[in-house]
């Protein structure tokens, strides 16, 4: 049986895994992306070790690396928010050339999504856009188990998508946005997001944060509901371990204001726990198998 690497270079943490050809995961690794690193040598290095170290790293097939920026032709990564380093080290020249093997590089919320297209909360439906709401906003589209990318492939990034006139979506809907003004309201700096849930119970000030939150997610959801026209939007990131505080509310507005074409587009909560891991995966081995019969 086949096997394929799958990597989620996050800022925080790298997590690696081995999928199968029945996208179950046989092995999984997650250390903090930055712990003895502090040049973009160190995190090559790094990442390297982390790919021969895998136990069945000789026979794997190909390997897929998730990347929190923009990436061209599966290959150039273009942009690294938050991990500079990246878009410095000529990643897929160099893991080809070392390790002999077919990588595969892609932004890593189009890879997640991929994985809960194919494997996860949106396996059963044909067309599927993923969000993920964690500190920054990202998401992708997936038709018939293939990513869409667009005609220079932007095609899902809705963190890019106006919705109040003004503002992106990342900087309305995004954990980091959330807590910002959670901050300048109360004067201090809050630890989760949760947290700001919770104090939004007993401060009008926070409560109308919130408020503005849900409309604003709200938004998103409507706008992409009557441009792509998806069977399902599905929800991720770590804000939705907080979706107690917002999700029914969200909900009942799309519900409510949705275009009547568009109403029975579906909205749930991302059901894998590894899905950048997975959708790297799926990544190396759709690709690979598409070269191998060309």
């Not at 996050?10 to 040049?39: A, C, F, M, W």
């Not at 992106?168 to 809050?190: C, D, H, M, P, Q």
């Amino acid at each position: 049986m086949s096997n394929y690497i799958g990597i989620d270079v996050g800022g925080t943490n790298i997590r690696i895994g081995v999928i199968d050809e029945n996208n179950n995961i046989q092995y999984l690794h997650k250390e903090p992306t930055l712990d003895n690193v502090s040049n973009k040598e160190e995190l090559y290095n790094k990442i390297l070790g982390l790919i021969q170290n895998v136990p069945c790293y000789n026979e794997c097939n190909a390997i897929g690396i998730g990347v929190p920026g923009a990436v061209k032709d599966l290959s150039e990564i273009k942009t690294a928010r938050n991990l500079e380093f990246l878009k410095e080290i000529s990643l897929h020249e160099r893991l080809s050339k070392d390790l002999n093997k077919m990588i595969f590089i892609e932004n890593d919320a189009k890879v997640a999504a991929l994985a809960e297209a194919s494997c996860g909360a949106g396996k059963d439906y044909n067309i599927v856009c993923y969000i993920t709401i964690s500190t920054g906003l990202g998401g992708g589209i997936v038709a018939d188990k293939n990513i869409y990318y667009g005609a220079n492939g932007v095609g899902g990034y809705f963190s890019r998508m106006i919705l109040d006139g003004q503002n992106i979506a990342e900087n309305l809907v995004s954990g980091t946005a959330f807590k910002n003004k959670v901050n300048e309201k109360i004067g201090y700096t809050i630890s989760s997001v949760q947290e700001g849930f919770e104090l939004a119970k007993t401060n009008e000030d926070i409560s109308n944060v919130v408020k503005e939150f849900k409309q604003n997610l709200t938004n998103l959801l409507l706008n992409i509901s009557i441009t792509v026209n998806p069977d399902i939007i599905v929800i991720g990131g770590g804000v939705v371990n907080a979706k107690e505080y917002f999700l029914d509310d969200v909900k009942d507005r799309f519900r409510q204001e949705v275009h009547s074409f568009a109403k029975e587009t579906k909205i749930e909560i991302a059901s894998l726990d590894e899905p950048g891991v997975i959708g790297a995966g799926l990544l190396a081995k759709k690709h690979s198998k598409e070269i191998k019969y060309m």
